[in-house]
């Protein structure tokens, strides 16, 4: 999205109570350059911000930034199997390590606080429906 778009979405929805902005789109949200920029962009109209996120981007150092310097309304995981076996079948990695410290980066970034509110999604699919 061109940024000048952004910044106007972000002024049509500036002082909208109950408005979250989901931002996401085909690729993961945490592997685009601009990411941070436009959540900046969103948060400065104090437009709360939710995303859904492959986890695999969600280092300790990312965590902190995403908890401490800019206001996510939400953040998921999407876990998606329970196996490195499966994982490699339905996200074409094996990391499942990675996405399961992305989780627990963010429970203890965010203590007891209330926001972000986070959580983790698990998509069915034909090669993970029995590890649900």
């Known amino acids: 999205m061109p ?4 910044i106007k979405i972000a002024k049509e929805l500036e002082n909208k109570k109950g408005v979250i902005l989901g931002l996401g789109g085909a690729v993961e949200p945490l592997a685009q350059k601009t990411f941070f920029k436009y959540v900046e962009i969103f948060n400065n ?4 911000v939710s995303i ?10 990312t ?3 995403m ?3 800019f206001k996510f309304y939400s953040i998921f995981i999407s876990i998606d199997a329970m196996t490195p076996k499966t994982l490699l079948k339905v996200r074409g990695t094996d990391k499942i390590q990675k ?3 992305a989780v627990f980066n963010l429970l203890e970034e965010r203590g ?6 986070r959580g983790v999604s698990f998509t069915i699919e034909k090669d993970n429906v029995t590890e649900k």
């Open 112 to 117: 007891n606080n209330l926001y972000p509110r």
């Open 63 to 65: 965590a902190i930034l």
């Open 67 to 69: 908890i401490n310097r």
């Open 99 to 101: 996405i399961n410290r």
């Open 45 to 48: 109209r104090d437009t709360p």
């Open 52 to 61: 859904n996120s492959n986890g695999l981007l969600i280092d300790r150092e």
């Open 3 to 6: 940024e000048k778009l952004a």
